[in-house]
């Protein structure tokens, strides 16, 4: 298992390791070299060998070391901090974002990072603004807010030091059908004896403001207004709410906007009831009185248009409604960044815990995005939230159940995929606030090597220098734009492959140089490739082609009279003759002037049968069988020349005695024969000889004795008488 899982590494390293490499060396400049991950170039004059393309320039930087490269580009990325002022939540100075202002190097295809930390300061300033709906159902909500003030302030006291409110109102478009013809004239429009304002699209009453007397007294000051159709024109309110920053007073700190409504809303394309089909504009169109005074000039905003809006100006909604439109309000509020619905009861006296409610729900979320990113930068987060929670290659950063003064920290991820002419910027920012991190961002696309030099003497006066390489004026092409152009070789590339032979990609075929579309050879080689070696034909005798031929391109050309891979043989074949018109005795064949025997034979001229009795048994045989008639004896004795000599050799075979014995020279084969009685005989006398001899000795020896014995007693007889 292990060894299988080093296997696959090592294996993935070298599909990487190759890939780089090989997609380097297909770049020709710097700058395009330097465009690709991982690719670095080599400006070291003289770094290549002549004809070799520029392209060998681009190599891993790793590679260039290998090389030998004494002056290697490779561009760093980096990331460098600007403005990096640290965390801090006391009132004065209260930084919740860190960094402020980065700068980043990237190259392409190679992805930085940066942390970015985030800590919510607790008391931090809210600016808090209320946008009432003063349509004719919200009068007893009016009469509580007029008692609420106070209540909402020290609920806003228990969350921040610093806590601003301001106040507006909505109802709608004065056109029918949005509202009554009378509504509009009159100036109180109420039906029976309630006091009524006439309608307006929406009026804004109250500059943000800590002052809480201003603002009871402003709202005690308000009557409820009357339209005729049941949505109104809320999102004219939230619209001027949030553009007319100036106006409203909203200053750089948690804006909330508080959105009260018992009804639904107009969006963008109802005003053509009334005929109005210019779109919302999205500017602040306030008069001194603070009213919306063109608010019939133009269309109701479109949500999508609103909800842009709200993120850029970083206000947060809460849509404090009635229980009616709930469900419509969730979806709205799902399309709107840093909102949340509230229920509100039907007289809005649960207003102040719904705000601190939804205050607390939208501060115990972080979304960290980026803005005006240019287009071909990938930026992705990873968070690591407070709760242990952790995210990786985000679309945005996010945390959730966030507390007040605990840091949380996102690692962003910036990569491009494309060049930048001049530098470029973007901006993260958590939803909601103003704080923000500013980013510039330089591509480094380009080789600064300050050695550009027109008409170059490196370069033969045709083309320019720079980073190490030439690039040739027209009509020129190689190196160091030593080449004139020609039709077959008009580029580099071109010229190295008429250097290339068809299938290879060995340019020269490593023995020789490439110029000008012609290869240079190295020492011995020669062709048009250097594919011709030659000393690397066959040896024999230590000797190259046996020194009986010439070596070209690897094969020997033999001299006449030889022959073979290393002409070793020398095709004359007078040592094997062995007759007019025989070879090898018509046993074997001639090879480099020796015969080589069929395996029956041996003998320099295969004259020797390994098996003589089935080569000459027959005719020797028949010789001796008819002595007197020879000539039948001629087939099977062809080519031989039988001898009879009572000296032959004793030769028997197998199933018959047949005495004879073979010799050859490189004439003829001479057999030597004889009958087999005399052999016989001789046996017979030789053992008789043997015979004879044995017994003679024995009796002269026994008459010797009794000779001896018969002498010896006579003398004793004669003695002792
Ligand atoms: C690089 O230089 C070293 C030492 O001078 C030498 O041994 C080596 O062969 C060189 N490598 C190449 C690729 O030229
Ligand atoms: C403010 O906080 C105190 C204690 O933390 C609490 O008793 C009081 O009710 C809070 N006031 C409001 C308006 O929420
Ligand atoms: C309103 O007018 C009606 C008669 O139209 C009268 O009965 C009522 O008392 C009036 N209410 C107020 C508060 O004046
Ligand atoms: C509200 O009504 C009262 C009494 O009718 C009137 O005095 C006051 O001017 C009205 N306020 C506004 C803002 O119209
Ligand atoms: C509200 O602010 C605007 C712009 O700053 C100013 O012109 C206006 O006088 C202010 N209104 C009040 C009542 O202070
Ligand atoms: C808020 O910040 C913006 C840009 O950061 C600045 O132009 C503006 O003057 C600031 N407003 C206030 C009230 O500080
Ligand atoms: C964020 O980083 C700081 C300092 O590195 C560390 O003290 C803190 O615990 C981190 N926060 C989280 C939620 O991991
Ligand atoms: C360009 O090259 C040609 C041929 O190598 C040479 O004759 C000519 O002088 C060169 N041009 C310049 C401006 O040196
Ligand atoms: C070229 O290809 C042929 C057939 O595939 C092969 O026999 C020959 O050796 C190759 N030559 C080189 C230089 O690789
Ligand atoms: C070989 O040929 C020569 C001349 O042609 C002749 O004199 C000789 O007898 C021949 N030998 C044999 C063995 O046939």
Not at 207 to 217: S, V
Not at 278 to 291: A, E, S, W
Not at 426 to 443: A, C, D, M
């Amino acid at each position: 298992m292990l060894r299988r899982q080093i296997f696959t590494v090592v294996f993935m390293f070298c599909i990487l390791f190759q890939g780089t490499e090989g997609q380097c060396s297909s770049k020709l400049t710097c700058s395009e070299c330097v465009q690709h991950a991982g690719c670095a170039w080599c400006k070291q004059r003289g770094f290549l060998s002549p004809g070799q393309p520029d392209r060998r320039r681009c190599d891993t930087a790793e590679g260039l070391r290998r090389r030998n490269c004494s002056a290697i580009i490779d561009p760093t990325p980096d990331v460098q901090s600007i403005v990096d002022t640290e965390l801090g939540s006391s009132l004065e100075n209260v930084v919740q974002l860190r960094p402020q202002k980065l700068h980043l190097k990237l190259r392409v295809g190679v992805p930085q990072t940066f942390k970015v930390a985030f800590k919510r300061a607790e008391g931090y300033p809210i600016d808090l603004y209320f946008l009432m709906d003063f349509s004719l159902s919200m009068i007893d909500d009016l009469e509580n807010m007029k008692k609420l003030g106070h209540k909402v302030m020290s609920a806003l006291r228990n969350v921040t030091n610093a806590a601003r409110i301001g106040f507006g109102a909505y109802v709608d478009k004065r056109e029918i059908p949005f509202i009554t013809s009378s509504s509009d004239s009159l100036s109180n429009p109420c039906p029976e004896n309630k006091t009524c304002q006439p309608a307006f699209s929406f009026k804004h009453f109250l500059n943000l403001t800590d002052n809480m007397e201003d603002f009871e007294k402003e709202v005690s000051k308000q009557n409820i207004s009357v339209n005729e159709d049941l949505p109104e024109s809320g999102f004219d309110g939230v619209m001027q709410v949030s553009v007319c920053e100036e106006e409203i007073g909203w200053g750089n700190v948690t804006r909330i906007l508080v959105y009260l409504s018992d009804g639904l809303f107009h969006s963008a394309g109802d005003g053509r009831l009334a005929g109005i089909v210019r779109p919302n504009d999205g500017k602040c169109h306030l008069n001194k009185d603070g009213l919306y005074e063109t608010s019939e000039s133009y269309d109701y905003p479109s949500i999508a248009h609103l909800s842009e809006v709200l993120a850029k100006k970083n206000i947060k909604i809460i849509f404090a409604i009635t229980d009616d439109y709930q469900d419509t309000y969730q979806e709205l509020s799902a399309v709107i960044p840093q909102s949340v619905v509230g229920i509100l009861e039907s007289d809005s006296s649960n207003v102040v815990q719904l705000i601190s409610d939804a205050y607390n729900d939208l501060v115990s979320k972080l979304i960290l995005e980026h803005h005006k990113a240019p287009a071909g930068l990938d930026i992705s987060y990873s968070s690591e939230c407070s709760d242990g929670t952790q995210s990786y290659g985000q679309k945005r950063g996010e945390c959730r159940n966030l507390d007040f003064d605990q840091q949380i920290n996102f690692t962003v991820t910036v990569s491009t995929s494309v060049c930048f002419s001049h530098a470029r910027s973007f901006t993260i920012r958590p939803q909601g606030l103003t704080e923000e991190l500013s980013v510039t961002v330089e591509t480094l696309c380009d080789c600064d090597c300050r050695d550009t030099e027109r008409r170059s003497s490196y370069c033969h006066g045709n083309g320019t220098y720079a980073c190490g390489a030439c690039s040739c004026d027209e009509g020129y092409v190689g190196q160091t734009c030593e080449c004139e152009k020609q039709q077959n070789a008009d580029s580099i590339l071109s010229m190295e492959a008429l250097c290339t032979p068809f299938n290879s990609t060995n340019t020269c075929s490593g023995h020789g140089s490439c110029l000008c579309g012609r290869c240079i050879c190295h020492s011995h080689y020669r062709g048009q490739y250097c594919q011709c070696d030659d000393t690397s034909c066959n040896h024999h005798k230590n000797l190259i082609c046996g020194g009986n031929g010439r070596c070209n391109c690897g094969t020997c050309e033999c001299y006449p009279n030889y022959e073979g891979p290393a002409c070793e043989c020398s095709t004359i074949t007078d040592e094997c003759q062995t007759g007019n018109d025989s070879i090898c005795s018509n046993h074997g064949y001639c090879e480099c002037n020796q015969c080589i025997c069929h395996p029956d034979f041996k003998g320099k001229h295969c004259t020797m049968s390994l098996y003589p009795c089935l080569q000459y048994g027959a005719c020797v045989r028949c010789r001796l069988s008819n002595v007197l008639e020879k000539e039948n004896c001629e087939e099977a004795c062809s080519s031989t020349e039988l001898i009879h000599s009572p000296d032959a050799r004793i030769f028997s075979c197998d199933d018959e005695m047949v005495f004879f014995n073979v010799e050859s020279n490189s004439e003829t084969v001479q057999i030597f024969y004889r009958e087999k009685h005399s052999i016989f005989q001789r046996a017979m006398f030789g053992t008789l000889v043997i015979f004879c001899s044995g017994v003679g000795g024995v009796v002269i020896l026994g008459t010797t004795m009794i000779l001896t014995y018969l002498v010896l007693l006579n003398i004793y007889y004669q003695i002792v008488p």
